[in-house]
């Protein structure tokens, strides 16, 4: 059926091979301001678009955190700087327009729609300057206004759900906290420091930068940055369970769906590590195209990571993609400056 | 609709503080098709009145199921909801709360709560600029405002002024009060459902003859001519304090259809725009007087930018640029680059008609915004933007032989937001931070420099985009928040580099305030800030397409620092302005699209100087390799021996002269 469509539409089966179908990611170019849509067909990793973003068109912006709503009919993306706070904007994923906006806090980040709550979840990383306790903005995405803010610890980074939508973890970097979030009273519920040794004058060494809860609600991983550590936690009894020794840099994380492999992004070492989460085991350790990698999803099939790559001054970004059937990059595309955010868009066979 | 009291609210939430029964069924996905009820689902309140909803939340069949419930308001600064349904007033408005069931299973149904905060009741009418005391035969102008009981104004109602006796004192439409006859007259002013009464005497203007005299018969375009009216009692005596009205009657040289061209206050104070013959009126009562003068074209000599030389950087953005004296006496410039590889680019500009590239130091970033160097010549400071650790900060660099910068440190503790602009100034660097504030950087040795002050707006959502030192004031933009004045070492306000104390500010409507330059015009004892905006309402473009940029120079008296005045624009039509610089009484801006324009801002300063034929010369940076092809954009100038040098985002760096033009084009 499909492979009739693609002739049909004069599009060559090597263009798109019938196999896998075409996968699609946004990624976010934090020092170019503009998004990217990537489209991989299981060969060839090509971008589609670009989207330029931000309204301070002679100042670096900063497109940050990128997620696709539950729906798949819109994305959001977060932009550091604005005059001074940031902004979450919302598009519409048909044509990519711009169709809402809200203010947030200092450098807003990473985010998250609640399958359950229905509401955004953005932290505000507040890169900038003191390291003071910062939030995490709750956004209604449906009237693009910030109904709640909470705050949590200094640096919040890493805005994940739990699966079933009712539990929001952010790690702050520079406290070196775990937080959990009530997805619906918005009250930090729990709270634990991840490093071993306490953090000095709000410079943790253990640096958190990820928080990836597992798809069976009973564990949470956070990637420690400055320790080269990968840390599980007991949702339950809220006690760190397993500490995995990584790559430099652990920045960003992402689990399969079937909750058996995870995926890091080794920043600092330039790298993607490749996780067995049974054996507790890395199962491969490849480099990125450019030197300093960022973030990381797995399609929803379990079959493909898609990292981002920032490169360094004029290298442009690169948006990888990592088989995990083989733990092979099996295609690249070249994005702009500082590619970051990553979203998984659609998978269309 | 649904109105609450205090009292009604207490009983409801008392009730709902009672446990509520537990229900044994639940819904487990939105497919369930369940419903929430809440009531009530309109709400009236006074602001500080609150309230509280119930909510059930129904599965297909009616019947009342356990859920999870989210309070959400749309407007939370004006409407708030507790995560138990409770509701408080707190802003006038029509606002959304929505209530949803939160399943298992995923969103659940969701009902919305209209909520209506009245306005308070007005409570008062305030007039400004009513009189007491009314001289026949002259006008003031009044206004009026509903206030509620918080004295704060209710803009959704009018008020509308009249006169108790039409004889005695007239009211216009406009709120414009002419006093006919002597006697005592009520202003009567009705709003919101009140009336106010305001009794002015009008009183027989002694006024019998009026003199009008300029301050110079024969002027030019863009002088400002002040108009003194002398007022004569029957008896000859002079008069004081009574309002004299001024009007104008223009007859410019060029008739062919020639729009508005000149302006006068009500102060006397008189400009024209074009060359021509000018009748200032001025009444007072029945007295009046008029006084025709001459302008003259203000520039006799035309005068032209010459290019002198061209430093292309063609390959990527150009940002700000620095020209200094070195160490060894040769002439030396700095570039900084924008969205590239972290460069900074060195001139050899002794010969400007031979700019040599003579160096590239490269940092950790992606745009070098702003480049700045010691009054010595020895030290360089370049700006940090798209770090890749996302540091940032500043670099400092030894530049005593500039072909050879020798990096010394970098500094970046707190200002890892990016550093867009700086400054150094006496052995200190001043480094925006975060876009929040400026941090003052003691590098004296440089080697190691400490922060030992910052200086911040601390009113809400204030942001910096520049700050420009001299003579130990700090001037920085702050975009809505303008201009601040901050004694860093002048003296005037017993401040520091580690004790930054604010003198004065200034902020205007447009929000575009992004750069500063102060100006003490030494003929006319005046003190001015020159302010220039930075906005692209139709976008800019990085590649293949010219930018349309806009905005303004403003000119802001700040002669009398309690009360800053904006008195004068410089405003080229379908432009936009960037950075600028005063050398003495000659402004140089890089108008972005509109490329370097030279202005002439000698004498005081009134209405639009570019409209007053004020502007020198201009010329337009364009090249057919550039980033951008053949598109200027203009991006900071600077004078310097006798020369103007200024980058170009799209083309590099480029050096210019004035000189007298003789008409010839090629």
Known sequence: MLATLVVASGLSAQTFPANVGTYRV???????????LVAFDGKEAKVERVIEVGYQPTEIEGPHGLTVGPEGKY???????????????????????????????????????SPATGLLYCVNFNLHGRMLPSTVSIVDPDAMVEVARTVTGAMPHGSRLSKDGLHHYSCAMMSGELYEID???????????????????????AKPTWISPHPDGKRIFAALNGKATIVEVDAKNWSVTRRLQTGKGPYNLDISPDGSTLVATYKTEGAIGIWDLAKGKERARIKSTRRVTHGVVISPDGRYAFVSSEGKNADPGALDVVDLRTNKLVASAAVGLQAGGVAFFEHKK | MFSYSRTVSAILLLAMAAPSTALAQQLSKPSDNGKVNVSPDHLTLQVGEKAQLETQILNKDGVEVEGRLLYISRARRSVRVSREGEVSALKPGNFEIVVRAVLPGGRGPEAKVIVTIPHPKPVGIQLTGAPKRLYTGTSVRVTGAVVDKNNAPRKD??????????????????????????????????????????????????????????????????????????????????????????????????????????????????????PGLYTIVATCGTASDRFTIRCNQRLTTKRKLKKIGHGPVLDVHTSDLWVWEGQDGRDYCVTGTWGANGDAIFWDVTDPSRMERI??????????????????GRLCIISREGASNRKNGIVVYDVANPRKPKRLTQYDDEL??????????????????????????????????????SYQIFDPGASIHDVWIEDGIAYSSNWRYGVHMVDIGNGIRGGSPSNPVKISSYAYPSGWNHAAFPWRNKETGKFYVVAGDEAFPHGLHTKNHPTYPRGWIHFIDFTDLKNPQEVARYQVPEAGTHNLWIEGNLLYVAYYNGGLRVVDISGELMGDLYRQGREIAWYIPTHPKGVVPNAAMAWGPQPHKGKIFFSDWNSGLWCVELVEDKGRRR
């Not at chain 1, 946004?26 to 990217?36: L, R």
């Not at chain 2, 009336?195 to 375009?221: C, F, G, M, W, Y």
């Not at chain 2, 200190?428 to 440089?446: E, K, M, Q, T």
Request: aromatic share 6%; charged share 20%; glycine share 10%.
């Open chain 1, 26 to 36: 946004y990624v976010a170019c934090e020092s170019a301001d503009e998004v990217a």
């Open chain 1, 75 to 113: 994305w959001y993306l977060s932009i550091a700087h604005g005059k001074p706070f940031g902004i979450l904007y919302k598009y519409r994923t048909s044509d990519d327009k711009l169709v809402g906006e809200c203010e947030l806090g200092m450098f807003p980040a990473t985010m998250q729609i």
């Open chain 1, 183 to 205: 997805a619906v009273t918005f009250k930090v519920t729990r709270n634990m420091q991840l490093d071993v040794n306490l953090p000095k004058g709000h410079q943790s060494e």
């Open chain 2, 157 to 274: 109602l009018r008020v509308a002024l009249s006169s108790s006796n039409k004889e005695t004192m007239a009211v216009n439409a406009h709120g414009y009060l002419t006093a006919g006859q002597p006697g005592t007259v009520t202003l009567q002013a009705k709003g919101g459902g009140l009336e106010h009464n305001h009794t002015i005497e009008v009183i027989d203007n002694p006024v019998r003859s009026l003199k009008l005299a300029p301050s110079q018969e024969i002027a030019r375009t863009g002088d400002v001519v002040h108009f003194k009216a002398q007022l004569r009692s029957a008896d000859g005596g002079d008069i004081k304090g009574v309002p004299v009205h001024y009007t104008m009657h223009a007859a410019p040289d060029d008739t062919l259809g020639n729009g508005a061209t000149g302006q006068i206050e009500q102060d006397g104070r008189f400009v024209a725009e074009t």
């Open chain 2, 359 to 376: 160096a590239t130091v490269t940092c950790d970033a992606r745009t070098v915004n702003d480049v700045k160097v010691s009054e010595d």
């Open chain 2, 416 to 453: 890892t937001g990016g550093v867009h602009n700086l400054f150094i100034d006496k052995g200190y660097a001043y480094a925006l931070s975060a876009g929040r504030r400026y941090d003052v950087l003691d590098i004296r040795n440089p080697l190691a420099p400490t922060r030992v002050g």
